[in-house]
């Protein structure tokens, strides 16, 4: 019902930064979760960061006061803003929405939609 393309993936050195950002194309009122998931070679995907309809934000301890997630309404997007990143936030990263609102936002299965991905790479 609504798609969702990731950009601003890349490479960089620890303690660099970058921004991600998810346009939402398509029908966007009925959406009421939007995250950002990552998903390393041999791990299951796990939730970054997420918002929901009235602006309360979910992170991951791991990205706590590094990450902040954020969405332009005017311009339906969605940002991820990660600063200081270390080796361990390497990842492919996506993100979804939920046209539902659900009780455990940095849980996957809440999700009926998603992006592409975007590949993170950070060396040490």
């Known amino acids: 019902r609504v798609q969702l393309v990731e950009s601003g993936g890349g490479s960089v050195q620890a303690g660099g930064s970058l921004r991600l950002s998810c346009a939402v194309f398509g029908n966007t009122a009925g959406l009421n979760n939007l995250g950002w998931f990552r998903q390393a070679p041999g791990k299951e995907r796990e939730g970054v960061a997420a918002i929901d309809v009235n602006g309360r934000t979910n992170y991951a301890d791991s990205v706590k006061g590094r990450f902040t997630i954020s969405q332009n309404n005017a311009e339906n997007t969605l940002y991820l803003q990660m600063n200081n990143l270390k080796p361990e936030d390497t990842a492919m990263y996506y993100c979804?929405?939920?046209?539902?609102?659900?009780?455990?936002?940095?849980?996957?299965?809440?999700?009926?939609?998603w992006g592409q991905g975007t590949q993170v790479t950070v060396s040490s």
């Open positions: 979804a929405a939920s046209t539902l609102l659900i009780l455990w936002p940095l849980h996957r299965s809440g999700y009926n939609n």
